[in-house]
Nanobody
Framework: QLQLVESGGGLVQPGGSLRLSCAAS????????IGWFRQAPGKEHEGVSC????????YYADSVKGRFTISRDNAKNTVYLQMNSLKPEDTAVYYC???????????????????WGQGTQVTVSS
């Protein structure tokens, strides 16, 4: 059964850290670029980060650059999103998704995603 399962969300104080995981099964994980997206209440869906499968290139939204780090472990079929220096505006449901290709070009809108996880809630609040 094809699945992407996110975990690692929770409640954290501003300035804190969380590490999200995206575990994949049921498809050829190491072929696909994997992206992280988020959606906050009343806000547009946002592409946060992406990691290619071709050469491991990484991409970040300006809003998270320097604070978030994406990585992948193909042996474990898992992609991680390390989130540091969290801010209240990072509060959202975070989703991972597999791109249609090994590349991240154009990932930001999510239109290229073919498999999605169910999401994990991240709340940054004091």
């Amino acid at each position: 059964q094809l699945q992407l399962v996110e975990s690692g969300g929770g409640l954290v104080q501003p300035g804190g850290s969380l590490r999200l995981s995206c575990a994949a099964s049921g498809f050829t994980f190491d072929y696909y670029a994997i992206g992280w997206f988020r959606q906050a209440p009343g806000k547009e869906h946002e592409g946060v980060s992406c990691i290619s499968s071709s050469d491991g290139s990484t991409y970040y939204a300006d809003s998270v650059k320097g604070r978030f780090t994406i990585s992948r472990d193909n042996a474990k079929n898992t992609v991680y999103l390390q989130m540091n220096s969290l801010k209240p505006e990072d509060t959202a449901v975070y989703y991972c998704a597999a791109d249609i290709s090994p590349y991240c070009s154009g990932y930001e809108t999510g239109d290229r995603a073919i498999y999605w996880g169910q999401g994990t809630q991240v709340t940054v609040s004091s």
